[in-house]
């Protein structure tokens, strides 16, 4: 199996505060990892390490062949092939859903504007907002908004998606319709690390449960196996607390 | 003595003339300001992630020492008088050029050293709006443009300027008519612009009421159209 991430002993300080220790984990091709546990235990902090919105502290972090911090000039490079969708969506207020969809492919890919556009335009399908394109974000409900992100960051045919609590800002009658895209992209066979308090995704899409308590991660396995069996007190009481 | 519009209307070539020295002046001022006070600007956040964080190499030499030059430049105007300002670049500014290069002989007329004065004490200011504006962009927004692998040149044209420019007219127009009030200063270096107008009006004729009151109304309208055209690109901006 060809790995596209490996963290090789990786930890990452913020100051003096080590948020993520001695990390070691190989993600392989088209895996569907879901990421849960408790706040402040570093799930996003590993997840912007991955397409290096943090600079790791110490190890080596090889995403898509190219190697952190040593590379870390060609983060570009890394970024174009890793999609990333925020709690908060952020949207470019200033664009329009197809512009937010065909930007990227524009400045990142050089396509021309038709063919940014005809690509805006099946994402758009795709995500079931065909007939929203010309609206801004701020005219659009949050599902929506976090289905136009998801396109956007679909949009440059990105390699690994990293999608970090998509649906924890949305009302529960808006999650369904979020969750349903992340499903459908995860059929379509690209890498994806979600961090989430779904575990209904995590059993229906995931195909491998990470458990990340204090930097570390403390469980790695089978979704359906960990959650039916929990191995661990923290893990139980974890699933607990999110009311699993 | 009563007011008298006849030294009003007598007075209207001279003050017109001076008006338009004064609107030009201020016109390249807030050209000039505008250009120097965005690169001063981004170079005073340069490396920060307002504008995408660190940057690597020749570049974060560059932006490191277009930091240090921006915030001096900014410390330098902000606490001197513009009247001082004037004065240094118009009297003083020769003699640095001659003691420091030996070259003599160089001097401004008046009408450069005051456009010279304003662009460089406007863009100071503007450059503190840029700043604060480009700052004021959500720090997600700017993620999730680096996220994409896009260049910090494209991260800042296509993403954080549109957003921070929306933020800067107001205060920008502020500084526009603060410009062009600064202008009057410019008396000081000899320069006919409308304030010297006045003051040679009313230095002939001594009817200081009704000159002063012109003058003030030829400042007023002018401000005023500056005011309006702010409103108006603002008003075509709030689409989005
Ligand atoms: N930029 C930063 N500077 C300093 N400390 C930070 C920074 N970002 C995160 N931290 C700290 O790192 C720890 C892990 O944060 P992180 O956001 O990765 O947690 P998380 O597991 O995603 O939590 P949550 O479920 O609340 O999102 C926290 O203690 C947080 O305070
Ligand atoms: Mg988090």
Redesign the interface.
């Known amino acids: 199996m060809n790995p596209v991430i490996e963290f090789k002993k990786v930890n990452k300080s913020f100051g003096k505060t080590e948020v993520l220790h001695d990390i070691n984990l190989t993600i392989g091709k088209k895996e569907v990892v879901v990421v849960v546990g408790p706040s402040g235990s570093g799930k996003s902090t590993m997840l912007r390490c991955i ?1 290096g ?1 943090e600079m790791i502290t110490s190890g080596e972090l090889i995403v898509n062949d190219i190697c952190l911090p040593r590379q ?2 060609q983060i ?9 969708v ?1 709690q ?1 969506f ?5 664009m329009t859903a197809r512009e937010n969809i065909a ?2 492919p524009k ?2 890919r050089g396509a021309s504007k038709a063919e940014a556009n005809d690509l805006a335009e099946d994402l758009l399908k795709k995500v079931g907002l065909s007939d929203r394109g010309d609206f ?1 974000p701020s005219a659009l409900s949050g599902g929506q908004q976090q289905r136009v992100a998801i396109a956007r960051a679909m949009s ?1 045919k990105p390699k690994i998606m990293l999608f970090d609590e998509p649906t924890s800002a949305l009302d529960p009658e808006l999650r369904e319709e979020v969750l349903n895209v992340m499903t459908a992209v995860a059929r379509e066979g690209i890498t994806m690390v979600v961090v989430t308090h779904e575990m209904s995704f995590a059993s229906k899409a995931g195909s491998r449960l990470l458990f990340m308590d204090e930097g570390r991660i403390a469980e790695d396995g089978d979704p359906e196996i960990l959650l039916k069996s929990p191995s661990t007190e923290r893990l139980k009481d974890f699933l607990q607390h999110v009311g699993y | 003595m009563g007011f008298e519009f006849k030294y009003i209307v007598e007075s209207i070539p001279s003050l017109l003339a001076g008006a338009k020295l004064t609107w030009y002046i201020t016109i390249l001022g807030i050209v000039g300001g505008l250009a120097l006070g965005t690169v001063a600007g981004l170079f005073r956040l340069a490396g920060t992630s307002a504008v995408g964080g660190e940057s690597h190499g020749i570049f974060r030499i560059v932006s490191y020492v277009g930091q240090k030059f921006a915030v001096g430049y900014i410390e330098l105007i902000r606490g001197t008088p513009i009247i001082v300002q004037a004065m240094f670049i118009y009297f003083a500014l020769p003699m640095l050029i001659e003691v420091a290069f030996g070259v003599k002989g160089i001097r401004f007329n008046a009408l450069t050293a005051a456009v010279i004065t304003i662009i460089l004490n406007a863009g100071a200011y503007m450059a503190e709006i840029v700043r604060g504006s480009v700052q004021s962009v959500n720090k997600g927004l700017v993620e999730a443009g680096m996220a994409m692998g896009i260049s910090r040149l494209q991260l800042i044209s296509s993403i954080i300027a549109p957003i921070a420019f929306k933020r800067a007219i107001p205060p920008l127009g502020n500084q526009f008519i603060i410009s062009l009030k600064d202008t009057s200063l410019f008396i000081v270096i000899g320069v006919g612009e409308l304030t010297r107008q006045g003051q040679e009006i009313m230095a002939s004729n001594f009817r200081a009421l009704e000159i002063w009151s012109a003058v003030a109304v030829c400042y007023l309208i002018m401000t005023s159209v500056l005011a309006l055209s702010l409103k108006f690109i603002e008003k075509r901006m709030k689409t989005v």
């Open positions: 397409n919105l870390k000039r570009r490079e890394i970024r174009k092939e890793v999609g990333m925020f908060l952020y949207l470019f207020p200033h930007f990227g400045k990142v801004y440059v």
